[in-house]
Nanobody, 124 residues
Framework: QVQLVESGGGLVQAGGSLRLSCAASGLIFAPYHMGWFRQAPGSEREIVAG?????????YYADSVKGRFAISRDNAKRMVYLQMNSLKSEDSAVYSC????????????????WGKGTPVTVSS
């Protein structure tokens, strides 16, 4: 059974930092493209960042987080991370980890596996 389990969310003041982690199990991790999505109340889910399979040499960031967020992966540990700096109140959302077989599927949200999410609240 495939599981993606997120951790690291919480309450942080504006300007602060958080590091989200996603632990994958039940799948051969390295070949999957991995990503982070977020959904705020009343809003559609949106992709925040994506990282290519294997070495992760290609990354994607939503314009709203470029220069502030960084995605990384550790294939040996089957982990993907999202370092979030200079957080803003508009970053508040539930952040979910996702795995996809194809890069365009990840970017479009048509992913293969989803985690349940971890909430992030940024107070202003």
């Amino acid at each position: 059974q495939v599981q993606l389990v997120e951790s690291g969310g919480g309450l942080v003041q504006a300007g602060g930092s958080l590091r989200l982690s996603c632990a994958a199990s039940g799948l051969i991790f390295a070949p999957y493209h991995m990503g982070w999505f977020r959904q705020a109340p009343g809003s559609e889910r949106e992709i925040v960042a994506g990282i290519y399979s294997w070495s992760g040499g290609i990354t994607y960031y939503a314009d709203s987080v470029k220069g502030r967020f960084a995605i990384s992966r550790d294939n040996a540990k089957r982990m993907v991370y999202l370092q979030m700096n200079s957080l803003k109140s508009e970053d508040s959302a539930v952040y979910s980890c996702a795995a996809a077989n194809q890069w365009n599927q990840l970017l479009s949200g048509a992913v293969t596996y989803w985690g349940k999410g971890t909430p992030v609240t940024v107070s202003s």
